[in-house]
């Protein structure tokens, strides 16, 4: 099985030393070569990981919504003549979470059910009908932060609903103060029910979304306190409202920012496990920790650079070979022939195609 450790005595071998560490050195950081290493090591994995849509790290998930603007069919809020906090800021209408694992939003389309245009799923026997999946370009979106989370205590039970079982997650935005804006979102999971599945207590979940140094039971954004009535849930219970108050400073968090009303993405998460990835990415990721190991036990400059040439030749084979996997062509149209009505106009065609898998790694 690989590991961390591996990964650092394999850094060690490509810069020539004839040294190596142990799991024990790593952990209590009792020698240079361990020193050095743990300062980079994760930081130069996520750098690489950022580098191309690698397929050992892509993964897709629906976007859990948090506000969007007064008009659409999820804020029905009278609208306002001047831009508000907890709206999306033109152009965009929706503002969705920002997924707490994610190194690199690659795509972004609508979330659409695979089936067939008359409602029936996907089955083994074809029983005819149009396929309705989605087959344009990936919608438009920016990231940004927002200013306005907060930490979130004195959960109660208003409604308990029916048909929820313990254990049940709890995804809350509720409705706002008058003319305001709904941008709440909460975290909750079901702690004991009654007779129905009627939700009796509940307890925060910290651990579904966390943002660095950041002690918190739950999330709540925008309004000090409100009732939570919008009450989703990865269960089969309806009918449940919430109440939550919050307290203490607000803090920062990222948003994707679109005009999808229902969106899924595709992004490059945080893979810590080195047994998932490609081979290729394995050697470009030790020859780049190994650039750096070398720069700081030796400042030979020379020895860095060779590391950092075989990691950029391994990232470039990695890049061939992880985009024959797929759909990826990475072949961006020139100006001078765009300009002329050829091609299209972003520089990625359909949602899997024409990726700017960017620059290589940088030598000193």
Not at 301 to 321: D, H
Request: hydrophobic fraction near 40%; glycine fraction near 10%.
């Amino acid at each position: 099985m690989t590991t961390n450790v591996d990964v650092v005595n394999r850094a060690l071998q490509i810069i020539g030393t004839r040294t190596t560490v142990t799991q024990n050195e790593l952990t209590s950081q009792t020698s240079n070569e361990a020193i050095q290493a743990n300062l980079i090591l994760t930081r130069h994995r996520d750098t690489l990981l950022r580098m191309a849509p690698w397929n050992c790290g892509l993964v897709y998930s629906n976007l859990i919504y948090l506000t969007s603007i007064p008009g659409t069919p999820e804020n029905t809020s009278p609208s306002t003549n001047l831009w508000r906090p907890g709206q999306p800021p033109a152009p965009w209408a929706y503002e969705y979470m920002y997924p707490d694992d994610c190194l690199r939003m690659c795509y972004l389309i609508p979330a659409n059910l695979t089936g067939f245009a008359d409602g029936v799923p996907i089955t083994t026997a074809v029983t005819g009908g149009a396929p309705a999946f989605w087959q344009g370009q990936p919608i438009k979106f920016k990231i940004a932060v927002e200013q306005y989370l907060r930490e979130a205590t004195g959960i109660t039970v208003v409604n308990g609903g029916t048909g929820y079982a313990v254990g049940d997650i709890l995804y809350c935005g509720g409705p706002p103060p008058a003319g305001t804006v709904p941008n709440g979102l909460l975290f909750a999971q079901v702690a004991s029910i009654g007779g129905g599945g009627v939700i009796l207590t509940v307890v925060t979940t910290p651990t579904l979304y966390d943002l660095p140094n950041l002690s918190r039971n739950a999330m709540l954004f925008g309004h000090s306190t409100y009732n939570m009535s919008q009450v989703y849930t990865n269960g089969f219970g309806t009918g449940a409202v919430l109440a939550a108050s919050d307290v203490g400073p607000q803090y920062s968090g990222r948003v994707i920012q679109c005009n999808q009303e229902y969106a899924s993405c595709a992004y490059v998460k945080q893979i810590n496990d080195p047994n998932v990835m490609d081979p290729d990415f394995f050697e470009a990721w030790a020859a780049v920790v190994g650039s750096g190991i070398c720069m700081a036990l030796t400042g030979d400059k020379q020895g860095a650079n060779q590391a950092i040439q075989l990691a950029n030749a391994k990232i470039a084979e990695a890049r061939k070979v992880d985009g024959n996997e797929g759909l990826t062509i990475n072949d961006v149209t020139p100006d001078f022939i765009r300009i002329r009505g050829i091609g299209w106009t972003e520089y990625y065609q359909g949602p899997w195609a024409n990726f700017d898998w960017g620059s290589y790694w940088p030598v000193y």
